[in-house]
Structure formats: structure tokens, C-alpha cells
């Protein structure tokens, strides 16, 4: 097995580690919950192989429905073992103009809750192998009802991740992950924020890739703090009403602005599984 051979399975073999043991945690919550909507059974994932259409393998959705916590949420991997970039993409990295081709593998969450006390969150980590190869990804949160002690342990936790592994990582991954997650078209940002980063190549794919693992155990470990927190917690109809309209905001950035949208729907990926992020119910005022 040659060393890229080596790094490609390592990574895929990680991400699809976290995903089951996020979905395990996630259905521990269902069980453990004791509020308004106890009295439904407890939400479980449904598991869905998908293939490309030249028959390889594409990766795994795993999507819970109609929980008693959760209302809708995706855990996506996916890996690419012979994608061919797109011309408008290749011109964007060096070298790949003359060969286009490039492998990727991921993990992608976006969580949808039933409590508009409980808030939404994005999480994902690729790594991506072309003319130049990379790390990427990021988590942010979406309270529909803010709150400060939920933004603040979030965050901290992802600085933690980030100062192990470098001192200006947390500060410059909040920034951009700002700069990313905000809607120019209505002037305001998506939620909280948390970090962002991608093209990340410091010259040492060890201190890279251990770097992307303790993002993912980051969010591992304070998300279901938080949703444990508050999921009991009763609502009103007004707070119900807000979150529809904040989850328009979501799709909003998701089909206008987000990079990873784009480049799933321009290389052929599951259209199924790029839109999984959409919310079930949203509301335009």
C-alpha cells in the first residue's frame, strides 16, 4: 500500500467511526429524554447505501426522522474514489487544470431539533486529495432561542481542539467561519458561529489529520451536552414559530451560498444526500 493509499483509508475508515459513534449518542439521547413528546417512541437512524451512477460506491446516509428530540437529522459520509473536477473547479487549484482527477472523503451533520430551546448544528470534516490535497471542515451553531452559557461551552470546546493544535487556530477559524456562515442578502449571520477551515495543508498530514479527528471529538463531546440540557425544557408557540422561520434562513444559505452544496451538485454527487441539510418544516414570514 503506498503512503496516499495508506492516508486515504485512514481518513475514511475515521469519518465513518465518528458518524457511527455520533449516531450512537444520538439515539442514547432519544432514550434517555423525559419531555413534552416523551410519549412517542424513541428515534432511530435509517441507514441508506447510495452508489454513483458508474455503480461505485458513494457512501452512507444515515437519516433519523420523527423523534421524540430530534425532528430531522442527517449524518452523511461519503467518499469519491475517481471524481474528475470540473473545468471551472480545476482552475482553482494548482495543477489540476492538467489532471482533474481527485478522491475525497467526508462526514456531514446538519441536526434539526423538535425544541426551539434546543439548538441546530452543523458539523463536517473532509479530506480531499488532487494536484494538491487538504483538510477541511468545520462546526457551527444555530440557536433559535439564544443562549449565552449553550454559545459559550461550544465554542469552548472547539477552542480547546484548536489551541492543541495551533495558537492562532481558534481565532482564525472563528473568523472565517463568520465570514462564511452569513447571509449578505439579509445582512445577518446564520447563528453563533463556531469555526471553519478548509485547504488546510501545514506540510505535516499527521498533525493535519489528528487536527480534523479532534474537531469531530470536540463536537462529539459538547453537542449532547447541550441538547441533554435543554431538551426537556417546555416551549411555546411563538418560540415554535421563530424556529420555522429561522430554519427559511438556513435553507436559504444553504441552496445560495454554501460551497459544499455547489460542489456536490458539480460533480455528481447524490442530489438526495447534498440536500439532506433542508430542514422538514420552514416558514416565511
Known sequence: MTTADDRKARAKAWFEELRDRICAAFEAIEDDYHGPLADRPPGRFVRKPWTREDGSDGGVISVLRGGRVFEKIGVMTSTRLDGMLSPEFAKTIPGA?????????????????????????????RHFMAAQSWFGGGADLTPMVPNDVDTRDFHAALKRACDAHGADYYTRFKAWCDEYFYLPHRGEPRGVGGIFYDRLDSGDWEADFAFTRAVGLAFLEVYPQIVRRRMSET???AEREHQLVRRGRYVEF???????????LKTGGNVEAILMSLPPEARWP
Open 97 to 125: 487544470e492538467k489532471d482533474p482527477r481527485f478522491w475525497s472523503s467526508s462526514i456531514s451533520l446538519v441536526a434539526h431539533l423538535q425544541s426551539p430551546r434546543v439548538p441546530a448544528v452543523h458539523m463536517n470534516t
Open 235 to 237: 416551549w411555546t408557540e
Open 254 to 264: 444553504n441552496l445560495l451560498h454554501d460551497r459544499g452544496t455547489q460542489f456536490g
